[in-house]
């Protein structure tokens, strides 16, 4: 069983940068895709960015291409969010994920991940 925790959200303006942080424990996720997820308030949960093993292959949700940027530290069992250029509209409950079946295919849909964070509140005001 993999834990995941996530931090690093808070209240922001808008056009500022925040770093999230998923450090996972209980197991390594170094061999595995993961994946950032945020629920808006009143909207299903979506996908942000996933990205490979090993970084080769890298997903981003067309709301949040060019301004977030998703790394992984494999021997820090650890994952990144970092998000340039806020806007209100990411406003949300971010989330991490792992999808312990594949070390590649970068999948958009929750049903696909394995394991979840609790998430962390990111706010941007205007």
């Known amino acids: 069983q993999v834990n995941l925790v996530e931090s690093g959200g808070g209240l922001v303006q808008a056009g500022d940068s925040l770093r999230l942080s998923c450090a996972a424990s209980?197991?390594?996720?170094?061999?595995?895709?993961v994946a950032w997820f945020r629920q808006a308030p009143g909207k299903e949960r979506e996908f942000v960015a996933g990205?490979?093993?090993?970084?080769?292959?890298?997903n981003y949700a067309e709301s949040v291409d060019y301004r977030f940027i998703i790394s992984r530290d494999n021997a820090n069992n650890t994952v990144y969010l970092q998000m340039y250029g806020l806007k209100p509209e990411d406003t949300a409950v971010y989330y991490c994920?792992?999808?312990?079946?594949?070390?590649?295919?970068?999948?958009?849909?929750?049903?696909?991940?394995?394991?979840w964070g609790q998430g962390t509140q990111v706010l941007v005001s205007l």
């Open positions: 990205t490979s093993w090993n970084e080769d292959y890298t």
């Open positions: 209980g197991g390594t996720i170094s061999t595995y895709v």
């Open positions: 994920a792992v999808d312990q079946h594949t070390d590649f295919r970068v999948s958009q849909y929750e049903i696909d991940y394995d394991f």
